[in-house]
């Protein structure tokens, strides 16, 4: 019956499975991403998955946060990337102007293996707002963590790994929309 169909979108394809294997997890249907490990597709219904291949790519237009990691060369092996880009990019559609807080909480449950904590920080560091202070900020526009005055370790960085004038502004209508259909499911 219709009833026993699994419906569910990835990147914006309507995916309708008539034999879920309800032990079967989201990673082996989708073959990569990290939180997939953890998500048995069958409680997918009704849902609209977004992996790292559905928000941009080479071919057609980089995501800035794909972009921002890559100039910051914070993708070593790879294997973390897809989780680390997901994570920040569901930072930033929630809350567009992050602080540095927020972005270490978001990646709190990513792990990379290569240890290359510090680029990819200070890859998405520069999605933290600068026209405006953090709530820690000095009032002059620097992000908290920018601070001069502040001592924390983050201070060091340099901030110029790259030119924010060369990248890609965030477009927002590059972002995949609920499909409505599923809205009434
Ligand atoms: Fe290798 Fe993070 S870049 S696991």
Redesign the pocket.
């Known amino acids: 019956s219709v009833n026993s169909e699994l419906v569910f979108y990835i990147n914006g394809k309507k995916i309708v499975e008539k034999n879920a294997d309800p032990e079967e997890m989201l990673l082996a249907y989708l073959h990569w991403s990290v939180n997939a490990c953890l998500q048995p597709i069958c409680s997918l219904h009704g849902a609209a998955v977004v992996t790292i291949e559905g928000i941009g790519s080479t071919k057609t237009k980089l995501h800035p946060v794909q972009e921002h990691i890559a100039k910051a060369h914070g993708?070593?092996?790879?294997?973390?990337?897809p989780g680390m880009v997901m994570s920040m990019y569901t930072l930033l559609r929630n809350n567009p102007q992050p602080t540095m807080e927020d972005i270490r909480e978001t990646l709190g449950g990513n792990l990379?293996?290569?240890t290359?904590y510090r680029p990819i920080i200070d890859g998405f560091k520069t999605f933290c707002d600068t026209r405006i202070s953090c709530q820690n900020g000095d009032g002059n526009g620097k992000c908290c963590m920018e601070n001069s005055n502040s001592h924390n370790y983050e201070s060091d960085i340099s901030g110029e790994l790259f030119s924010m004038d060369e990248v890609l502004p965030l477009d927002p209508t590059q972002d995949l929309i609920f499909p409505p259909e599923l809205l009434i499911m």
């Open positions: 993708s070593q092996c790879w294997f973390c990337t990379c293996r290569c290359g």
